[in-house]
């Protein structure tokens, strides 16, 4: 279980690392939307590896399909099936892992769960079953686009200690980059996916030493979300911010989420921490966003701003320590190819899991119709 | 919507802060669990507000009631309805926000979904919803409890700046208070729920000043679970640590959920973050737990620990700059009960949705029937 | 669990025939719809035991109380509690089935799946858990009424062998009652709710006949509902007609459900049976309705009608033959009250059902919004 | 949406009939399990067309892959993708309907809901969609009769007004077949697939008799279910009749279903109809079934027995009136392959449909672990 996410917009994944694709079923999406390959495939080149020499080296041009749900071009209502092969499996490189637990990796605790498991590579707990989430997520995003005008922009923040100077207007940094002005194509300047170019540089080192050593690290996405429709969010357990976290914390290697202030906004008091209300372009709006666009769980129009915290990545050339399945202690060299650094990579995961929550949301505000007269309108 | 949570242990919470009363229905508790309200009344008790001088002075006893789905002091298996009458309700004391958006409230944005708001207090949004999942999640730790050993403990581990000197083993700090032996009769030696009683002292003294300005702080709290067995959480979207962060991002007033080494961890390298795998008293487990008991979204059966961010409290009672529901300035002066800090209350909450997340897992992997002999069994 | 029901328009009841009460939570109820509890009493009292000498003579008055949800005679768009008091309960008169299995009751298989049940009465599986679905019902009748004008007529077609007169013009019996011109007021001339007043003197005759027999009989149930928009139903599982059948199907004593031409439909050859489309009124429609207003299980704009049978009640007071818990032989004689048929009863409850889920499919077309202008329109 | 089944053991369809293929995606399968295509081949070949002269002729070997969720040759617990690809699809068959409504077909509806059609064949109301049904419930029969040796026989009880001789001892029929001795291999004796073989040759004739007139007819499929263990089913509303008549009615052309004694039953008093319990071979069990199996919502370990309804198909190939999109008049003359009588090809749809929903209360009843058990177990 547990394969399934969303309520109106419901997508359900499949596929392991090395079997025979990965891919997504997707039902709810409102019908006569223009949909073909094209839509998807720029957010799956995104995340494919190989894309730089920051990524693994593993070559998977990720071309992905679409099976059923669309006819002459626009969707038909019905379940969307997108599916990508799996091409670059090399199950041997994972031979000597077979009865191995790899430390901080899903083995033990698959076989704990299941008896059994795919030990060719990381089977359902590798990152290649967020494929189907991009894909997903590509189609969602599109749907918000068209009907509300949201865009969503992901970037790393921060590599290991070093961190970008990007800073929203209440947190009073002067000279940094305002976060409420960058684009995807900024971000894509670089390879790292951070759109503070000297930060970028440093954090290309950074991990580029870490490689060299055999060694990786992690760090932290920020994601800022714009033109947010107010009232979306369920109380009391559906709560956006809720669903946000539920969704990012089910990304692979996530430790953390916050929202707005986040923990650092518990050092302040309510005085400086509350964001009053003020008119603007003739709508109530805040005057700051501590509150990260979500209050009582539901959306008041001010950009949504999160942040997610990646550990570094669990596969390492380094030789570590373990036991087998029998408990016998082993030494572990791993030899498969990984990336020392998943933030690049997971930058596209962010802005799908942000997109699949918000589209899902919105969808129970509005009608099938209107979704539809929404989309089309927009496009006419 | 979005009042109902879980899949197979599943609770709808009703009730405003000013109405008939707030509860909850829990639907999938297994049968013949011996249960009345001194079961509930406990962690209710810990809630309520008024129980020290650093809580809202509202004075409210919280006695539950059991109205359905118990027979001779046992469950049956179906629906149990517990429902906590509203006492102290002063509505007049709201007279005055009728129509006035109170900032990092809720108030705007329920009304910007639903076009109607109960303006008599904080209506769903209201802390006192809460109320409903304690009283579920006493039940779930009764069953985590005698099923398995499984022990909850949560505490107040900074206040603002004020920060308990609580670590585990891995974060290297001597003299620290060890989170694993930690309990609740030590939690609760001080009002504020802070077992580290020189640090305690000095965030009574924290909030006390807070109170006296007409302000409000915030912290975190953390949590150690112990005696999770291991299997819990389903991949790839029900992970456990994906749950949990659900669970706690719908809590009123938090920020931010980390678990294990959380967003401080992104700043280490792979080699040191990887938890060695070793052979310990007869089972597999890990020598560091950064993972924090959770790896792949499954547990591993070791404590699983995690922290949650609470902003400071919205209510204040220093003046503060807003808007009217027709976008006209206004200036806010609260006069309505209310705490300036939440988080010692927040203590209970914390835990039940712990429970919560765990026992819905925990009932996924283990048959009704199984259950009820482990319940039993362990009480013969 | 399974005690819940529904998507967006989501109920949960609660309680046992002998416990502190039953009641329902509503969950998705849109906001601003005028409700108090004279909107609900009419059809509880259409429900309750005692209304007639063809009931129960159990008293109760069953009045309902709203705990939660609305505020100064409006929904809030949050939980609506509605909660009804046991209170002619009589455990004792039930003291003698304590062990004993009664024949074609649940009895049995609650111990077999739970290993406890609740002897006084039916416990959950007792017809007066129904008073949540009825209450939860009427707020479904009252938000299909002002949207779209649906109306829902059930009433009583057969008792045992005797049928009443009303036909649909397909069906081409001369003289007959025109299900589509029926009404409640012309359903409740006469206890048994057969609105052909020549059959339903004969019903009552069975009836009495079989109570002075201390025997029971059945029947079944017809509904027409009319004024339903197109479009209302999910392809491929959740088909409008596979929504209802689940919905019948789970009321007490239900053995059946057919829709449309059902199953003396399966007679007729395709050219017989197919509807074809005409032009009426300015929209599409069907000449015919062997169909029974659902195709590929979406609302096509027809009358929707089916038939729900029901068996004879299985409380009756001549002897039966049975076992006890332990498997041992015993005679049986019931002295419970009881009703010797349940179909006038039960005609409230098909339609509370019906409306269940036609409004939870209704509202998967219609946003939120778009639903409470058309319910305030209305009322403009 | 409404692709999704299931609860625990939990799949969604996808694929229209024209497009790039058809299949299912299964979520929650136990761990282990033994399984490959030949698991499932064997009731698709039952399904798919052009088996017999009574069956369209279109030619479809419908070969099923399975693409993730096992490994070497076993169950991973996690989401099986099973796919089989459209091969004989005609589109150009479908160009004259393209903007007509055919009579008892979905094309009207569909349009209603989405406003947009696959034209090209019935798209996702189209009978095709049922090949992931019934590879589904192939999987959810293999796991059912390792773990209870649960058997499930389904057979045409009935076309147009031809209807076998088989009944159930409490209907006391001399000389009638015993339905709880038959077998598929019995069932597929003959093309029609009723193993009354005097009754089933007369089917014969009146399927070619509609064939050579272009016309088509309904019928009545039966079904028997063996060694299903007391205590599945879940109250209130997610009873076993109830699922199961939802399951039978989300099937196309399903018109009706009835459970035990069904609408035949209704004419009985309780003194006939309830079935007296009585101890035998060391269990409790009853002596008449007219409960078909299921009390209270429960099974009681009875077999299970059930009919459902088959409307005659609605593609004949006589002329019919009808309208096109703009309301117009149109005579409308068939070409497209159809079958006369669904009825035979429809055996393994309720077969699929009943596996499915057994296997998802066995597993509210049964946890992950027992279930591995029980499975591995009986292989041993």
Tied chains: 1, 2, 3, 4.
């Excluded at 998807?40 to 399909?65: A, I, K, M, N, Y």
């Excluded at 009907?147 to 207007?169: L, M, N, P």
């Excluded at 714009?226 to 089910?250: C, H, I, T, W």
């Excluded at 966003?289 to 001010?302: A, H, K, L, R, T």
Aim: charged share 30%; glycine share 10%; proline share 6%.
């Amino acid at each position: 279980m547990g394969s399934t996410f969303g309520t109106l917009f419901r997508l359900s994944t499949w596929g392991e690392s090395h079997g025979g694709g990965v891919g997504v079923v997707v039902d709810g999406c409102p019908p006569r939307l223009e949909l073909d390959e094209s839509d998807v495939q720029p957010q799956l080149d995104r995340r494919r590896p190989g894309q730089s020499v920051l990524t693994t080296p593993r070559q998977e041009t990720d071309t992905v399909r679409i099976l059923s749900g669309t006819f002459e071009g626009r969707t038909l209502g019905t379940p969307i099936l997108l599916a990508v092969d799996n091409k670059d499996a090399r199950p041997s490189a994972y031979e000597s892992f077979k009865d191995v637990y790899r430390p901080s990796h899903a083995d033990f605790t698959y076989d704990a769960k299941y008896g059994i498991r795919n030990w060719q590579g990381g089977g359902r707990a590798s990152a290649r079953e967020t494929v189907g989430r991009v894909a997903a997520g590509a189609i969602a995003e599109k749907i918000l686009a068209l009907a509300s005008g949201v865009s969503i922009v992901s970037y790393v923040k921060r590599v290991a200690d070093t961190e970008a100077c990007i800073h929203f207007k209440e947190e009073g940094v002067d000279g940094a980059l305002d976060p409420l002005k960058l684009t995807r194509r900024k971000v894509d300047q670089t390879p790292v996916r951070c759109p503070d170019l000297k930060a970028a540089e440093e954090m290309i080192q950074v991990i580029d030493e870490a490689r060299r050593d055999g060694d990786s690290v992690g760090g932290i996405i920020e994601t800022v979300v714009r033109n947010v429709p107010p009232g979306l969010g369920e109380p009391v357990f559906d709560r956006l911010e809720a669903d946000l976290a539920k969704a990012m914390l089910s990304l692979p290697a996530t430790k953390g989420f916050e929202i707005g202030s986040g923990f650092e906004g518990t050092r302040l008091r309510g005085s400086e921490h509350n964001d009053p209300y003020i008119r603007r372009r003739g709508r109530i709006g805040t005057k700051t966003n501590f509150s990260g666009g979500v209050q009582g769980g539901i959306s008041n129009g001010e950009p949504i701003h999160f942040r997610v915290a990646f550990k570094p990545t669990a596969t390492i050339r380094k030789p570590q320590q373990t036991v087998d399945d029998t408990g016998k202690r082993r030494t572990l060299e791993a030899r498969g190819r990984h990336d020392p650094c998943v933030l690049p990579r997971a930058v596209p995961l962010v802005e799908a899991m942000t997109a699949l929550v918000l589209v899902d949301h919105w969808l129970r505000q509005t009608s099938r119709e209107e979704a539809v007269r929404r989309i089309e309108g927009d496009r006419a």
